[in-house]
Structure formats: structure tokens, C-alpha cells
């Protein structure tokens, strides 16, 4: 059993900050920053396109209350939420990282060059398979 299947089974400890029927969220034990959150679906599944939409409804639902709770807590400027599929799901359980940005904070994309045609390309691909 995965160490996130363990923490929803309370055989390990965390700091969990909401549960549901659904959803556990907890801090991060690496986090990137203070208020780093990790969102789980309470199934085990290594990507986003095999969990039931219902589940991943709960998982929006709780990102938005932490959202909110972090910009009263820490009343940063932003956020970012990422989560890693498939070979990149660290122990094989999607989950979602949430945490608070601020303009200094380093953190960022690197963009290639010619940016307008690599963006035209790569969203034709996209919208082809929407
Ligand atoms: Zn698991």
C-alpha cells in the first residue's frame, strides 16, 4: 500500500488539514514553501484521466478552500496548483500540489524562443484533441 493510501488509512500520520468522503488534504512533508498542501483523491490511481469526474470535482473544490484560506493566512499575490502523471506520480497516487506565490518567490516557467508560433502550434495540437 502506498504511503498516501496509508495516511488516508491513518496508519501514517500527517498533518491533515481537510478530509472528506473523497478528498484528503495535508502539508506537503517537503514543502516549497510554507503553506504547501497536497490535495489526494481518495482513490489510487497514477493520473488524472482515471479518476471518476466526481473525484476530481472534490479535488477543485478543496483547492478553492485553500486558496482562499491561504490568501487570508498569508495574503499572498497568487498561487500555483501542479500535479505529476503516469511515470512522474511520485508513489503511483495522483495528488495536487497547492501552494502560495508571491513576486519574489523565484518560481517560474522557461519559455522557448519564438514564442507566438511554438504557442500556435502547441495549441493547435491541443485543441485537435479537445
Ligand atoms: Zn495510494
Redesign the pocket.
Do not use: L, N, Q
Given at each position: 500500500m502506498?504511503v498516501?493510501?496509508q495516511i488516508i488509512n491513518k496508519q501514517v500520520p500527517a498533518h491533515i488539514v481537510y478530509e472528506d468522503d473523497k478528498v484528503i488534504s495535508f502539508l506537503d512533508i517537503e514543502p516549497i514553501r510554507e503553506g504547501h498542501v497536497l490535495i489526494v483523491p481518495k482513490l489510487?490511481v497514477d493520473s488524472l484521466d482515471k479518476l471518476p469526474d466526481d473525484m476530481i470535482a472534490g479535488v477543485m473544490r478543496v483547492a478553492k478552500k485553500v486558496v482562499v484560506a491561504h490568501r487570508e493566512i498569508y495574503g499572498n499575490e497568487g498561487y500555483s496548483m501542479m500535479q505529476n502523471g503516469g511515470k512522474y506520480c511520485d508513489?503511483g497516487?495522483a495528488h495536487f500540489h497547492v501552494f502560495p506565490r508571491y513576486d519574489s518567490d523565484g518560481f517560474g516557467f522557461n519559455y522557448p524562443e519564438g514564442e507566438s508560433e511554438y504557442s500556435e502550434k502547441v495549441a493547435a495540437k491541443i485543441i485537435e484533441k479537445l
Open positions: 502506498c498516501f493510501c489510487h508513489f497516487h
